[in-house]
């Protein structure tokens, strides 16, 4: 009987740490990020600011992302958001400014790696008709930080290589 109150105390402090992690590894829609981007195509790299959320409790998700050493390169997008659509994944359609639309795939990749998260994004701009693709291998560091490595590709030649750092909101 002396045992009983450490026990439930373990079993509490260990039930709550399992918790906490399990909802560490869920993807987070609601986030803001600063991305260094290097150009391979046009030789110029720079900085941008995105940010993402949810629309309350809803599953309608708002987007932006502004260049921060480029004028006219911003954009604004909005989408709605299937979550589990088969195998884990989640999958946002979006439209967005300059006639883009397009379809994100995200992922938590967990049982490869606690914290790693997988990527692909399929857009295309209405104006141009310009296929692009972006592949993106992220890490949670903790619940509130990623780290996230991209590639992004437009009609088949690479683009733009990225480096972003994450806040969870």
Do not use: C
């Not at 560490?24 to 600011?49: E, F, H, K």
């Not at 995105?50 to 954009?75: C, P, R």
């Not at 883009?100 to 104006?127: D, F």
């Not at 009609?155 to 733009?160: I, R, S, T």
């Amino acid at each position: 009987m002396k045992h009983i109150l450490p026990i439930l105390t373990l079993t509490t402090l260990a039930a709550a740490a399992s918790a906490q992690s399990a909802a560490a590894a869920g993807l987070s829609y609601n986030r803001a990020g600063l991305s260094y981007n290097t150009d391979a195509a046009a030789g110029d790299n720079g900085y941008s600011a995105s940010v993402e959320a949810l629309v309350g409790s809803s599953n309608v998700w708002v987007g932006a992302t502004a260049e921060l050493d480029k004028s006219g390169a911003d954009s604004v997008s909005v989408g709605y958001l299937f979550k589990n659509v088969i195998a884990g994944i989640d999958a946002t359609a979006f439209v967005g400014s300059n006639d883009a639309y397009g379809i994100v795939a995200r992922r938590t990749l967990s049982e490869v790696v606690a914290g790693l998260e997988g990527r692909i994004v399929w857009s295309q701009n209405g104006g141009s008709n310009t296929d692009s693709f972006v592949y993106e291998l992220a890490y949670n560091v903790n619940s509130k930080y990623q780290v996230a490595v991209s590639v992004a590709d437009a009609n088949g030649v690479d683009d733009q290589t990225s480096v972003t750092v994450r806040y969870n909101f």
